[in-house]
T-cell receptor, first 114, second 113 residues
Framework: DTAVSQTPKYLVTQMGNDKSIKCEQNLGHDTMYWYKQDSKKFLKIMFS???????INETVPNRFSPKSPDKAHLNLHINSLELGDSAVYFC?????????????FGPGTRLTVT | DQQVKQNSPSLSVQEGRISILNCDYT??????FLWYKKYPAEGPTFLIS?????DKNEDGRFTVFLNKSAKHLSLHIVPSQPGDSAVYFC????????????FGTGTQLKVEL
């Protein structure tokens, strides 16, 4: 009964490929997020969604496209992968409202682009 | 421009002693602060938070102190246990900011026997 789950945990792919990472939460939260942790271990927000509506989009290349089929899922699709996309990607969720509220993170997906 | 900074990349403490992790921020609009703990190959786990209307919040062995005038917060763990060995991230957000968390770069805590 994992609260926030991500698949796959590891993803190795070649430059130029398109890949997706899936995220699901069973906490009943309305808001979901994607974060990227780069090689310097710096965690930075990419996107957030409130009940399928895009709220935050942090100057991320448009090769990255989040998709939220329902409020429990937020998937990340990446087109034309580049070497610099190699990182750990974390999904998170939180309550919705005036907040702020703590966020609950998934275990991460380590993406390696060769 | 890093708005949340953790200037100590690592800290080593003996079991049973106090661990003090520090965090500084530059954006005076931040009004909610959080600490997360992260083990290798896992996601960050929420530990404790504090609103800017308070200067202290306790939860068991963990206490967070906030000094708004200095734009500084600290996490005290007492007594420290070997299982506390992890990377600790502080994070900040502001009301009306879409619940966006701005993270520091983390401090690796090692609690030695």
């Amino acid at each position: 009964d994992t609260a926030v789950s991500q698949t796959p945990k590891y993803l190795v792919t070649q430059m130029g490929n398109d890949k997706s990472i899936k995220c699901e939460q069973n906490l009943g939260h309305d808001t979901m997020y994607w974060y990227k942790q780069d090689s310097k271990k710096f965690l930075k927000i990419m996107f957030s969604y409130n009940n399928k509506e895009l709220i935050i989009n942090e100057t991320v290349p448009n090769r990255f496209s989040p998709k939220s089929p329902d409020k429990a899922h937020l998937n990340l699709h990446i087109n034309s992968l580049e070497l610099g996309d190699s990182a750990v990607y974390f999904c998170a969720s939180s309550r919705r409202g005036p907040g702020p509220y703590e966020q609950y993170f998934g275990p991460g997906t380590r993406l390696t682009v060769t | 421009d890093q708005q949340v900074k953790q200037n100590s990349p690592s800290l080593s403490v003996q079991e049973g002693r106090i661990s003090i992790l520090n965090c500084d921020y530059t954006n005076s609009m931040f009004d909610y602060f959080l600490w997360y703990k992260k083990y290798p190959a896992e996601g960050p786990t929420f530990l404790i938070s504090i609103s800017s209307i308070k200067d202290k919040n306790e939860d068991g062995r963990f206490t967070v102190f906030l000094n708004k005038s200095a734009k500084h917060l600290s996490l005290h763990i007492v007594p420290s246990q070997p299982g506390d060995s992890a990377v600790y991230f502080c994070a900040a957000s502001l009301t009306g900011g879409g619940n966006k968390l701005t993270f520091g770069t983390g401090t690796q805590l090692k609690v030695e026997l």
